[in-house]
């Protein structure tokens, strides 16, 4: 399959999984401002149009493509969609949230299965380009905490280290983040 020439004006191109208001948009404005294109996936088309004027209004290249973490072949068919539209994926970054009372089986379809189908989907490319950096996002409550222990942090907090783990802490496998 051709891949898509990238237009010059981009550094490379992020995908957000779970994008939302918080880390997603900050992770967007993040990359973006680093002159990143940015694919948003999630759910709720009208939230991802939302995110995408915002970004958009802000200089930065977003587009939209709806799908849900738990349906693999829709997830894998906005990637292949999102790679299309910009030439490639650079960077794969998955942070879903959940709207529902978190049921056992729920969270490791959330948590597991849709990160393992988004990876699936950008490896192959990323391997063969000989570049690529796939970012995951567990166990952060953005804002206020849901019960005691639970970590706590903003979405602008989170979002430079995604940044800084693309960059310049490539040699890490993880960050730990403690707010």
């Not at 970590?151 to 993880?174: G, K």
Request: proline content about 6%; charged content about 20%; glycine content about 8%.
């Amino acid at each position: 399959m051709d891949t898509p020439i990238r237009l010059l004006s981009s550094v490379g191109f992020i995908a957000i999984v779970g994008a939302g208001p918080q880390l997603g948009l900050a992770i967007a404005r993040t990359f973006g401002s680093q002159g990143f294109d940015v694919a948003l996936i999630s759910r709720n088309r009208d939230k991802l149009d939302g995110l995408v004027t915002t970004l958009t209004a802000e200089g930065i290249t977003a587009a939209a493509f709806p799908a849900d973490v738990l349906d693999r072949h829709g997830l894998t068919q906005a990637l292949k969609e999102a790679a299309t539209r910009f030439g490639g994926i650079d960077v794969l970054e998955y942070s879903p949230a959940e709207t529902e009372p978190p049921y056992e089986q729920r969270q490791i379809a959330l948590r597991l299965h849709g990160a393992v189908t988004a990876t699936e989907a950008v490896l192959p490319a990323m391997r063969e380009a000989g570049a690529g950096t796939p970012l995951f996002t567990i166990d952060a409550t953005i804002g206020t905490p849901t019960f005691y222990g639970q970590p706590r942090a903003t979405a602008d907090q989170i979002s430079p280290v995604h940044w800084e783990l693309h960059t310049t802490h490539r040699d890490q496998a993880e960050r730990i983040f403690r707010a």
